[in-house]
């Protein structure tokens, strides 16, 4: 029999917590070592207090009853850990900048013109996936760089170094660009959707980028910011579990950044995620990871370029990559 804590206490037993570690770790892969105790009674005893429960034993029953999707739900929204910033591990940033994307462009495929019109470059579009996105900042750095590098007619990108965009304005065409940002979190996903951040916040942003791509708020809005109409219309957010089955539907990507994540998994829960997303990146495509992070050594088809980044290996004979 599981000893629970007497009604009105709120104490975590030892018993109430290995049930909801197995719990957490089935539903997310997320595994709560013995130190992480304080932090699930820390994390989930408001929810306890909003809904009138006294004891974890009456939320965990209240969480694995018939049609308790919904809570569950919350549950993980409480337990996630949602803490990032624009820009995070800059140098990864700039290694995309200064060589990835230079290298992408000079690879991708090229149109064939059509008889008799003028021959024009057209490039293949370039997929990029935030596979743990957080609050947004993310995926929105990521549009910044991609947008501020690919500049040519083809994608519609606008320089960094344009006139600055504080105050607002129409947004441009941005076709052949696409970061699709996922989450396990719904409450984190719609502040990533919301796009609004404290102005404090700016001081993340490398400056070209920031007088670029984000509009600072007056009026009622006054002391935040916003990511410009340009980033909002290149990144699309969906709930996703990493521990789901690989995401076929999402195809295939140049970038994939899932950076941070792998602390909270185990080792085989680690690699069954790895394998997804090596499986989900395009030949020659290149895979972010946290800089405390490594594949090692985890499939042979990819290459580390530089400390927590790997390059898929096209097949040979194949040049640059693909995307379906």
Not at 104 to 117: C, I, L, N, Q, V
Not at 193 to 215: F, K, Q
Request: with cysteine; hydrophobic share 40%; aromatic share 8%.
């Amino acid at each position: 029999m599981i000893a629970v804590a007497e009604p009105g206490t709120r104490t975590l037993s030892d018993d109430e917590f290995v049930l909801f570690q197995r719990l957490v770790k089935r539903l997310s892969g997320i595994s709560l070592g013995p130190q992480k105790k304080p932090l699930l009674l820390c994390r989930l005893g408001p929810r306890l207090r909003a809904l009138g429960l006294h004891s974890f034993g009456e939320y965990y029953r209240r969480v694995t009853a018939a049609g308790a999707e919904g809570e569950l739900v919350h549950m993980l929204d409480c337990i996630c850990t949602n803490e990032t910033h624009f820009f995070r591990e800059r140098e990864q940033f700039e290694l995309l900048e200064r060589e990835i994307l230079p290298a992408w462009e000079k690879s991708a495929g090229h149109g064939s013109p059509d008889r008799g019109a003028p021959r024009a470059r057209v490039r293949r579009p370039l997929r990029a996936w935030s596979a743990a996105c957080s609050t947004g900042e993310e995926p929105y750095s990521i549009a910044m760089t991609l947008l501020g590098c690919l500049s040519s007619p083809d994608h519609g990108g606008a320089r960094a170094d344009r006139a600055p965009r504080w105050a607002g304005g129409a947004p441009a065409g941005v076709p052949g660009i696409g970061v699709l940002a996922t989450d396990l979190s719904v409450r984190a996903l719609e502040r990533a959707r919301r796009a609004v951040w404290p102005i404090e916040r700016a001081s993340e942003i490398p400056d070209e980028r920031l007088r670029a791509y984000m509009l600072r708020g007056t009026g009622a809005s006054a002391g935040l910011m916003k990511a410009g109409p340009e980033l909002r219309q290149i990144v699309t957010f969906r709930r996703f579990n990493l521990l789901d089955a690989a995401p076929e539907r999402f195809g295939l990507f140049d970038l994939i950044f899932c950076r941070n994540v792998f602390i909270y998994f185990d080792a085989a829960t680690k690699a069954e995620i790895v394998a997804k997303l090596i499986a989900s990146l395009a030949p020659g495509g290149c895979l972010f990871l946290g800089h405390a992070e490594g594949l090692h050594g985890a499939d042979p088809r990819v290459r580390c370029i530089a400390p927590s980044v790997y390059r898929l290996q096209p097949p040979a004979g194949l040049k640059g990559s693909r995307s379906p």
